[in-house]
């Protein structure tokens, strides 16, 4: 008898948390959803939005959980989801792993769209209808219903659905005794039986077609995203595809980034310029962690009249060029809900043993370890503007005494104002201070401009000039300036 009450406690709060996630979907479709075209700008910073992925979602624990009209919702749910973590692209095609990627999760079983539409889904559920319920966030896709999907109501809903979309003219074109099918119809032509069956099936819905219907072609499927507008995507709200550099990387894919910068400094009687290539790779393990290295290249001319690629691969009293250092790196999002939030730390090993320089060639680098750790925050201020924010915890030249190290610790601070003009592009300034604390307090500052364009959302370049002063350059009135360019690629 003691088992009863638990039994009915359990099904009160499933049924409690279920309707209050079909309540929160309602309230975004009823705001964006506009005869299946969808609003994702609106949706991404709708608090309705943000309550069903954040707070409601993760509260399935179990299958046993979900009917039939829960997994299409879910699963409706996750693709605008996907959408919206991809930056709000102009198509899904632009992710090749948009539907196979394993991002969703119940419980601690995690599913692709396509685990969930094959597995989850049809496996159980041998009913041709419900390809016009599943949207692919596609114009040429089935349209999202108005609302949910209910248990009491499901089998009445579809049937609502398809007659709609066998009126839809991206599924259905009738041409005298002639009509062009979607290709949902050919994609999965043996769930919808022979031709009989099939002319059965489309005369259940359309009663108004002639006996001696033939199908004559399959229409094009036009894969672009099914916003409401692409120019208020472009126009309105141009930071939704942004690349934020703060976020891990998704589980599975890679990221590589080249970043140049050459730093010039003058003072009086000698002009010295270091230019440095750092280049890091980063895999997503987990979605909250990400595992990488970095590799650095100096290359440095000394007291010299003219900067160029003159002893590029020479080492003399006035040149070094040498490979640097290279080590590992963590990058973690240690609170899940904080998406742009995460603390990167990397460890470099030193290559050579004589980078701090001698009589006969200059400094490259320090011949200790070096510790950096970085911690990153984005906010969103508005759709075109964003406030990057890092403070850093940086150990150089790690090592005994003994051995010259000088253990020397800093705490960088850089701020980034951003502006989106467009969607594929950006323009910010950079401020950056960086106090010494050991053996002497010392410090840089540097502030610029540069700017980012994403060619697609997986590549991206970018330019920065930032002017610099420290505490020695002031001591003997010189000047310094950095010239910067980058290029980043991710690979899914």
Not at 174 to 197: P, Q, V
Not at 294 to 314: E, K, M, S, T
Request: hydrophobic share 40%.
């Amino acid at each position: 008898m003691a088992k009863i009450p638990a039994l009915v406690v359990f099904l009160i709060f499933n049924n409690l948390i279920i309707g209050q996630t079909l309540k929160n979907w309602d309230q975004v479709l009823l705001k964006h959803n506009v005869n299946g075209s969808l609003d994702y700008v609106g949706i991404k910073y709708d608090a309705d939005w943000n309550a069903l992925i954040e707070g409601e979602i993760p509260k399935y624990k179990e299958l046993d959980q979900l009917d039939l009209a829960d997994q299409i919702n879910l699963y409706n749910i996750w693709v605008v989801e996907g959408i919206i973590k991809d930056g709000i692209p102009t198509s899904v095609q632009k992710n090749s792993s948009f539907f196979t990627r394993k991002i969703y999760k119940i419980g601690k079983a995690r599913f692709s769209l396509n685990d969930w539409e094959k597995d989850i889904i049809f496996r159980r559920n041998k009913d041709p209808r419900l390809h016009f319920v599943l949207v692919c966030g596609a114009v040429s896709c089935p349209k999202l219903a108005a609302k949910s999907f209910s248990k009491s109501e499901l089998n009445e809903q579809i049937d609502q659905v398809v007659a709609s979309s066998l009126k839809d003219e991206q599924v259905f074109v009738l041409d005298g005794s002639k009509i062009h099918l979607s290709n949902i119809f050919n994609w999965y032509r043996s769930d919808f039986g022979t031709e009989a069956d099939l002319a059965s099936f489309l005369k259940k819905y359309r009663p108004d077609l002639p006996n001696d219907l033939v199908i004559s072609s399959y229409l094009p499927y036009d894969w672009s995203l099914n916003v409401i507008s692409q120019d208020a995507l472009l126009d309105v709200n141009p930071s939704t595809n942004r690349y934020i550099v703060s976020s891990v990387i998704r589980q599975g894919t890679f990221e590589f980034k080249a970043f140049n910068a050459q730093y010039v400094q003058r003072v009086v009687g000698q002009n010295d310029s270091y230019f440095t290539t750092f280049f890091s790779g980063v895999y997503g393990l987990h979605p909250l962690l990400n595992v990488g290295f970095d590799l650095r290249y100096r290359f440095v001319q000394i007291d010299v009249d003219q900067f160029g690629p003159a002893g590029l691969f020479q080492n003399t009293t006035s040149n070094r060029s040498v490979v640097s250092t290279f080590g590992p790196k963590i990058r973690v999002a240690p609170i899940p809900n904080w998406k742009n939030f995460s603390i990167q730390s990397a460890y470099w090993f030193p290559l050579k043993t004589d980078l701090q320089g001698s009589s006969e060639f200059p400094f490259a680098d320090w011949n200790g370890d070096t510790w950096w750790t970085q911690i990153w925050n984005d906010f969103t201020l508005s759709p075109r503007f964003s406030l990057f924010a890092e403070i850093d915890y940086l150990w150089e030249d790690i090592g005994a005494k003994s051995k010259g190290r000088i253990n020397r610790m800093s705490t960088p601070v850089t701020i980034i104002p951003s502006f989106f003009p467009t969607k594929q592009s950006s323009v910010y300034i950079l401020f950056n201070a960086s106090p010494y604390w050991k053996p002497d307090i010392d410090y840089f500052f540097q502030s610029g401009i540069g700017g980012k364009y994403q060619f697609t959302r997986n590549f991206e370049i970018e330019a920065l000039y930032t002017y610099f002063t420290s505490k020695y350059l002031h001591s003997v009135n010189g000047n310094a300036a950095t010239f910067n360019m980058g290029i980043r690629l991710n690979i899914n």
